[in-house]
Nanobody, 128 residues
Framework: QVQLEESGGGSVQAGGSLKLSCAVS????????LGWFRQAPGKEREGVAI???????ALVDSMKGRFTASVDSAKKTLYLQMNNLKPEDSATYYC??????????????????????WGQGTQVTVST
């Protein structure tokens, strides 16, 4: 079992920054892939970043240069640093976890929000 709890969302003006955190609690569960995805009202789910079994992050191209994903294995916490935020970044952000079996052993960004487990999400609102 895994429980994921996101925090750090809020309201900021365009150009501002936020750092999201996700506490990962596990019992008889070994995460293989970790990551973030987001969903805005009326829009499709969108992958943000995936972190593979070796802790290497990979961001969706449109967010490179503004967002940074990382994991602190000792603290069992994921982070998403978001800089130069834009109104179109407004969404509920979810952290997610997949086992090796769920992912097939390969951490594809397309799997974000499709399989695995995720938390309740944290809301990010960016105003002009």
């Amino acid at each position: 079992q895994v429980q994921l709890e996101e925090s750090g969302g809020g309201s900021v003006q365009a150009g501002g920054s936020l750092k999201l955190s996700c506490a990962v609690s596990t019992k008889f569960y070994t995460p293989w892939c970790l990551g973030w995805f987001r969903q805005a009202p009326g829009k499709e789910r969108e992958g943000v970043a995936i972190i593979d079994e070796n802790g290497r992050p990979a961001l969706v191209d449109s967010m490179k240069g503004r967002f940074t994903a990382s994991v602190d294995s000792a603290k069992k916490t994921l982070y998403l640093q978001m800089n130069n935020l834009k109104p179109e970044d407004s969404a509920t952000y979810y952290c997610t976890s997949m086992t090796q079996g769920e992912s097939g052993g390969i951490c594809y960004r397309d799997l974000l929000g499709v399989i695995g487990s995720w938390g309740q999400g944290t809301q990010v609102t960016v105003s002009t």
